[in-house]
């Protein structure tokens, strides 16, 4: 069974930093692709950024500069790290993994308050 959990979620003042983290379970995750997608409040879910199998990086324009996604093959887990963080930032983020197949998390929600 393939799980996905996020964490790191919460409440933050504008400029301030969150990590948030998605610990994997019930795939061979070095082989898949990890995304970070976004969706705020009455909008379209998002792509925030993605690490390929083989490391390289894709970021949404709106966040290039201020988030960091990294990965931990041997322990399974994917970090966003977000710095400067802004009240449009607030949304549910969730974890994704591609390989062929996709699955996703639950999410967890991170509000940014001005």
């Known amino acids: 069974q393939v799980q996905l959990v996020e964490s790191g979620g919460g409440l933050v003042q504008a400029g301030g930093s969150l990590r948030l983290s998605c610990a994997a379970s019930?795939?061979?995750?070095?082989?898949?692709?990890m995304g970070w997608y976004r969706q705020a409040p009455g909008k379209q879910r998002e792509l925030v950024a993605r690490?390929?199998?083989?490391?390289?990086?894709v970021y949404a324009d709106s966040v290039k500069g201020r988030f960091t996604i990294s990965r931990e093959n041997a322990k399974k887990t994917v970090y966003l790290q977000m710095n400067s963080l802004q009240p449009e930032d607030t949304a549910v983020y969730y974890c994704?993994?591609?390989?062929?197949?996709?699955?996703w998390g639950k999410g967890t929600l991170v509000t940014v308050a001005s």
């Open positions: 019930g795939i061979i995750f070095s082989a898949y692709h």
């Open positions: 690490i390929r199998s083989g490391g390289s990086t």
């Open positions: 994704n993994a591609l390989s062929g197949a996709e699955h």
